[in-house]
């Protein structure tokens, strides 16, 4: 007995030791990354103090804030609006049908799901400010850039949220359907989308908040929007006209995550653990 509860405390005293030198050496590493960044970046308080005096002109020069064609600014926020919109629900559209093909428990082939994960990954992890670069390459300037950079932006986070979904649905709706003859679009469509269909509008809602801030910006990469307007008074140098902007941008935001959170107050949608734990 005094045998095995040795063992026991050396395992467990092993495993706090290993645990600490795994801490030790976290710190030893990112301190010794930070440093070197540091040094390699040529980050100096002189900089940082010439930073600040330049902040304070431009403080200046914002104050107060000027809004000279106030028609002209609400048309550029409505365009970022319809264009948040549009991409969204072209996401939510080509992210529900991949997302049947993705999911572990609905996928025809375990290689399908494998690729259109991947595809998610990939879209996922590029930003939407590079897609929208190259799609203004593509099709030129205007609110189609912006559109479908936010669109193939959506589907990326939407058909892994979605398909995650799908796989933790209760696997009996899927079989009791399939028993039945059901095809698989009937299951899809009478089994599959109708048990999950809360949650993935929960999302759907989520993804039209952060596509209304994406498409707030674009428009300083020529995207469409309201970020153009910005971008010119910036450029010009009128930092008063652009406060007003900031300003416009900002509650156009807050507008629109007002009517968003009604909408999910009144449907009763579920709270998903991205929206308690991010942002956007």
Not at 129 to 151: T, Y
Not at 180 to 205: D, K, R
Request: hydrophobic share 50%; net charge neutral.
């Amino acid at each position: 007995m005094s045998t095995s509860l040795g063992k026991n405390k050396n395992s467990y005293g092993k495993f706090f030791t290993n645990k600490r030198f795994a801490k030790k050496t976290s710190f030893i590493v990112m301190s010794a990354l930070f440093l070197f960044s540091f040094s390699q970046l040529d980050f100096t308080i002189k900089k940082l103090l010439n930073g600040f005096e330049r902040g304070q002109y431009m403080l200046e020069r914002m104050l107060p804030p000027v809004v000279t064609d106030l028609n002209a600014l609400i048309a550029a926020a409505l365009e970022s609006i319809q264009v948040a919109v549009v991409s969204t629900i072209l996401g939510v559209a080509f992210s529900a049908i991949l997302a049947i093909f993705a999911a572990n428990n609905t996928t025809p082939h375990q290689i399908i799901s494998y690729l259109i994960k991947g595809f998610a990954v990939f879209v996922r992890s590029i930003p939407a400010l590079i897609w929208a670069i190259m799609f203004i390459v593509a099709v030129g300037f205007g609110p189609s850039a912006g559109i479908m950079a936010l669109a193939i932006n959506s589907i990326g986070m939407l058909v892994k949220v979605y398909a995650e979904s799908i796989e933790e649905m209760d696997k009996g709706v899927i079989e009791a359907l399939r028993a039945t003859g059901a095809s698989p679009f009937q299951v899809a469509m009478q089994g599959i989308l109708p048990a999950v269909m809360s949650i993935l509008i929960s999302w759907s809602v989520f993804r039209l908040d952060i596509n209304i801030r994406y498409a707030a910006i674009l428009g300083v990469v020529g995207a469409g929007g309201i970020g153009a307007e910005l971008d010119r008074y910036t450029r010009a140098s009128n930092y008063d006209q652009a406060l007003g902007v900031t300003i416009i941008i900002f509650l156009m935001v807050i507008f629109v995550e007002k009517i968003t959170t009604y909408i999910k107050q009144q449907l009763d949608l579920p709270t998903t653990a991205l929206v308690e734990g991010e942002d956007e």
